[in-house]
Protein backbone atom coordinates (compact mmCIF):
# COMPACT_ATOMS: atom_id res chain seq x y z
CA UNK A 1 0.00 0.00 0.00
CA UNK A 2 1.79 3.62 -0.92
CA UNK A 3 1.79 6.42 1.03
CA UNK A 4 -1.03 8.86 0.32
CA UNK A 5 0.48 11.62 -1.50
CA UNK A 6 0.71 15.46 0.23
CA UNK A 7 2.44 18.52 -0.61
CA UNK A 8 5.57 18.27 1.26
CA UNK A 9 5.27 22.10 2.25
CA UNK A 10 2.72 24.62 2.84
CA UNK A 11 2.55 28.08 3.92
CA UNK A 12 1.33 31.37 4.90
CA UNK A 13 0.67 34.99 6.87
CA UNK A 14 -1.22 34.91 10.35
CA UNK A 15 -5.16 35.42 9.38
CA UNK A 16 -4.56 33.31 6.32
CA UNK A 17 -6.35 29.87 4.90
CA UNK A 18 -4.38 27.10 3.66
CA UNK A 19 -5.33 23.85 2.57
CA UNK A 20 -3.66 20.57 2.09
CA UNK A 21 -4.35 18.33 -0.39
CA UNK A 22 -3.97 14.03 0.34
CA UNK A 23 -4.40 12.11 -2.59
CA UNK A 24 -4.88 8.66 -2.82
CA UNK A 25 -7.12 5.86 -4.76
CA UNK A 26 -10.54 4.95 -5.10
CA UNK A 27 -8.87 1.79 -3.15
CA UNK A 28 -8.50 4.02 -0.15
CA UNK A 29 -9.43 8.23 -0.10
CA UNK A 30 -11.91 7.31 -3.02
CA UNK A 31 -13.74 4.49 -1.82
CA UNK A 32 -14.50 4.94 1.98
CA UNK A 33 -15.29 8.32 4.17
CA UNK A 34 -12.83 7.27 6.42
CA UNK A 35 -10.19 10.12 6.40
CA UNK A 36 -8.55 11.64 8.70
CA UNK A 37 -6.05 14.69 10.03
CA UNK A 38 -3.35 14.74 12.44
CA UNK A 39 -1.23 17.68 13.53
CA UNK A 40 2.03 16.47 14.99
CA UNK A 41 4.48 19.43 16.17
CA UNK A 42 8.39 18.16 16.53
CA UNK A 43 8.99 16.16 19.30
CA UNK A 44 5.05 15.44 20.09
CA UNK A 45 2.81 12.53 19.45
CA UNK A 46 0.06 13.17 16.59
CA UNK A 47 -3.55 14.60 17.55
CA UNK A 48 -6.52 13.95 15.75
CA UNK A 49 -7.98 16.93 14.25
CA UNK A 50 -10.57 15.86 11.60
CA UNK A 51 -12.23 11.95 11.26
CA UNK A 52 -14.68 11.09 9.04
CA UNK A 53 -13.70 13.35 6.39
CA UNK A 54 -14.81 16.38 8.11
CA UNK A 55 -16.00 15.86 11.68
CA UNK A 56 -14.52 17.74 14.49
CA UNK A 57 -13.02 15.81 17.85
CA UNK A 58 -14.14 17.91 21.00
CA UNK A 59 -11.43 20.97 21.85
CA UNK A 60 -10.21 21.31 18.18
CA UNK A 61 -10.94 24.58 16.94
CA UNK A 62 -13.49 25.36 14.08
CA UNK A 63 -10.78 27.21 12.24
CA UNK A 64 -10.00 23.62 11.12
CA UNK A 65 -12.12 21.72 8.33
CA UNK A 66 -12.30 18.92 6.15
CA UNK A 67 -13.91 17.83 2.84
CA UNK A 68 -13.45 15.31 0.39
CA UNK A 69 -13.85 15.49 -3.46
CA UNK A 70 -13.06 11.91 -5.53
CA UNK A 71 -10.35 10.38 -4.79
CA UNK A 72 -8.52 13.60 -2.96
CA UNK A 73 -9.08 14.88 0.72
CA UNK A 74 -8.23 18.26 1.87
CA UNK A 75 -7.83 20.29 4.67
CA UNK A 76 -8.20 23.39 5.41
CA UNK A 77 -6.78 26.00 8.25
CA UNK A 78 -8.51 29.30 8.27
CA UNK A 79 -7.36 32.34 10.37
CA UNK A 80 -4.08 30.85 10.34
CA UNK A 81 -2.01 31.54 13.84
CA UNK A 82 1.21 30.91 15.09
CA UNK A 83 1.19 27.86 16.94
CA UNK A 84 -0.78 25.88 14.25
CA UNK A 85 3.19 25.42 12.54
CA UNK A 86 3.10 21.92 12.85
CA UNK A 87 3.56 18.83 10.58
CA UNK A 88 0.20 17.37 9.02
CA UNK A 89 -1.08 14.26 8.10
CA UNK A 90 -4.10 12.06 6.52
CA UNK A 91 -4.53 8.58 6.49
CA UNK A 92 -7.69 6.82 5.37
CA UNK A 93 -9.05 2.97 5.72
CA UNK A 94 -8.35 0.79 2.81
CA UNK A 95 -9.88 -1.85 0.71
CA UNK A 96 -7.31 -4.42 2.07
CA UNK A 97 -8.65 -3.38 5.37
CA UNK A 98 -5.53 -1.82 6.84
CA UNK A 99 -5.12 2.21 7.45
CA UNK A 100 -2.72 4.44 5.17
CA UNK A 101 -1.08 7.56 5.74
CA UNK A 102 0.04 10.31 3.96
CA UNK A 103 3.40 11.75 3.49
CA UNK A 104 3.33 14.00 5.45
CA UNK A 105 2.98 18.24 4.73
CA UNK A 106 5.36 21.19 6.81
CA UNK A 107 2.99 24.15 7.26
CA UNK A 108 4.76 27.46 8.21
CA UNK A 109 3.33 30.37 9.54
CA UNK A 110 5.44 33.45 7.83
CA UNK B 1 -8.06 11.25 32.34
CA UNK B 2 -7.68 9.09 29.33
CA UNK B 3 -3.94 7.93 29.30
CA UNK B 4 -1.57 5.77 27.17
CA UNK B 5 1.70 4.74 28.21
CA UNK B 6 4.37 2.93 26.25
CA UNK B 7 6.95 0.98 27.28
CA UNK B 8 9.37 -2.19 26.10
CA UNK B 9 11.72 -0.24 23.78
CA UNK B 10 15.47 -0.37 23.13
CA UNK B 11 18.21 -1.39 20.92
CA UNK B 12 17.84 -4.82 19.60
CA UNK B 13 19.94 -6.73 16.93
CA UNK B 14 18.97 -7.13 13.66
CA UNK B 15 16.54 -10.70 13.44
CA UNK B 16 15.96 -10.63 17.42
CA UNK B 17 12.39 -9.69 19.26
CA UNK B 18 10.89 -7.16 21.31
CA UNK B 19 7.94 -7.07 22.84
CA UNK B 20 5.61 -3.48 23.34
CA UNK B 21 3.30 -2.72 25.95
CA UNK B 22 0.81 -0.15 25.98
CA UNK B 23 -0.83 0.53 29.74
CA UNK B 24 -4.38 2.00 29.24
CA UNK B 25 -6.43 4.00 31.85
CA UNK B 26 -9.58 5.86 32.11
CA UNK B 27 -11.75 4.33 29.14
CA UNK B 28 -13.51 1.27 29.09
CA UNK B 29 -10.28 -0.55 27.46
CA UNK B 30 -12.49 -3.40 25.55
CA UNK B 31 -14.85 -1.13 23.98
CA UNK B 32 -12.16 -0.01 21.81
CA UNK B 33 -9.86 -1.03 18.86
CA UNK B 34 -6.57 -0.09 19.10
CA UNK B 35 -3.50 0.63 17.09
CA UNK B 36 0.23 1.08 16.54
CA UNK B 37 1.55 3.51 14.36
CA UNK B 38 5.29 4.06 14.27
CA UNK B 39 7.55 6.83 13.17
CA UNK B 40 11.40 6.31 11.45
CA UNK B 41 13.70 8.73 12.13
CA UNK B 42 12.78 12.01 10.55
CA UNK B 43 10.23 10.64 8.19
CA UNK B 44 6.19 10.04 8.30
CA UNK B 45 3.97 8.18 10.06
CA UNK B 46 3.26 4.73 9.34
CA UNK B 47 0.36 2.24 10.31
CA UNK B 48 1.59 -0.85 11.84
CA UNK B 49 -1.58 -2.60 13.15
CA UNK B 50 -5.00 -2.82 14.89
CA UNK B 51 -6.87 -5.08 16.97
CA UNK B 52 -10.74 -4.55 17.77
CA UNK B 53 -12.06 -3.96 21.35
CA UNK B 54 -12.35 -8.13 21.89
CA UNK B 55 -9.33 -9.06 20.46
CA UNK B 56 -11.36 -10.92 17.96
CA UNK B 57 -9.87 -9.41 14.77
CA UNK B 58 -6.47 -8.45 13.78
CA UNK B 59 -5.03 -6.11 10.90
CA UNK B 60 -1.31 -5.26 9.94
CA UNK B 61 0.49 -3.49 7.60
CA UNK B 62 2.41 -5.74 4.75
CA UNK B 63 5.48 -4.44 6.30
CA UNK B 64 5.19 -6.21 9.25
CA UNK B 65 2.60 -9.28 8.48
CA UNK B 66 4.11 -12.26 9.77
CA UNK B 67 6.50 -10.97 12.11
CA UNK B 68 4.68 -8.69 14.75
CA UNK B 69 1.59 -10.09 16.38
CA UNK B 70 -0.69 -7.20 17.75
CA UNK B 71 -3.01 -8.42 21.43
CA UNK B 72 -4.39 -7.24 24.21
CA UNK B 73 -5.25 -8.69 27.70
CA UNK B 74 -8.57 -6.52 28.65
CA UNK B 75 -7.82 -7.75 32.50
CA UNK B 76 -5.10 -5.45 32.51
CA UNK B 77 -5.83 -2.78 30.25
CA UNK B 78 -2.98 -3.40 28.28
CA UNK B 79 -2.03 -3.61 24.50
CA UNK B 80 1.18 -5.32 23.52
CA UNK B 81 3.09 -5.78 20.36
CA UNK B 82 5.15 -8.62 19.43
CA UNK B 83 8.09 -8.13 17.09
CA UNK B 84 10.16 -10.83 15.58
CA UNK B 85 12.66 -11.17 13.10
CA UNK B 86 13.37 -7.43 13.42
CA UNK B 87 15.16 -5.51 10.49
CA UNK B 88 16.92 -2.02 10.58
CA UNK B 89 14.09 -0.66 8.85
CA UNK B 90 11.72 -1.73 11.89
CA UNK B 91 13.59 1.43 13.81
CA UNK B 92 11.38 4.34 14.96
CA UNK B 93 9.39 5.17 17.56
CA UNK B 94 6.44 3.40 17.96
CA UNK B 95 3.36 5.07 19.51
CA UNK B 96 0.21 3.06 20.59
CA UNK B 97 -3.18 4.74 20.26
CA UNK B 98 -6.92 4.56 21.09
CA UNK B 99 -9.74 4.55 18.58
CA UNK B 100 -11.60 7.47 18.14
CA UNK B 101 -15.02 6.03 18.27
CA UNK B 102 -16.70 3.78 20.47
CA UNK B 103 -17.12 -0.09 19.01
CA UNK B 104 -18.66 -1.56 21.84
CA UNK B 105 -19.36 -5.58 21.91
CA UNK B 106 -20.11 -6.05 18.05
CA UNK B 107 -18.12 -3.52 15.79
CA UNK B 108 -14.48 -2.77 15.25
CA UNK B 109 -14.28 1.14 14.50
CA UNK B 110 -10.13 1.35 14.44
CA UNK B 111 -10.28 3.94 11.42
CA UNK B 112 -9.08 6.83 13.35
CA UNK B 113 -6.97 7.33 16.70
CA UNK B 114 -7.85 10.24 19.19
CA UNK B 115 -5.83 9.75 21.92
CA UNK B 116 -1.85 8.16 21.46
CA UNK B 117 0.43 7.75 24.04
CA UNK B 118 4.18 9.66 24.10
CA UNK B 119 5.77 6.24 22.14
CA UNK B 120 8.69 4.09 22.98
CA UNK B 121 11.94 4.08 20.63
CA UNK B 122 12.93 0.71 19.28
CA UNK B 123 16.22 0.78 17.38
CA UNK B 124 17.71 -2.17 15.36
CA UNK B 125 21.06 -2.34 15.17
CA UNK B 126 24.22 -4.68 15.25
Known amino acids: QSALTQPASVSGSPGQSITISCTGT?????????VSWYQQHPGKAPKLMIY???NRPSGVSNRFSGSKSGNTASLTISGLQAEDEADYYC??????????FGTGTKVTVL | EVQLLESGGGLVQPGGSLRLSCAAS????????MSWVRQAPGKGLEWVAA????????YYADSVKGRFTISRDNSKNTLYLQMNSLRAEDTAVYYC???????????????????WGKGTTVTVSS
Open chain 1, 26 to 34: SSDVGGYNY
Open chain 2, 26 to 33: GFTFSSYA
Open chain 2, 97 to 115: AKAAEYSGSYYCFYYSMDV
Open chain 1, 52 to 54: DVS
Open chain 2, 51 to 58: ICGRGSGT
Open chain 1, 91 to 100: SSYTSSSTLV
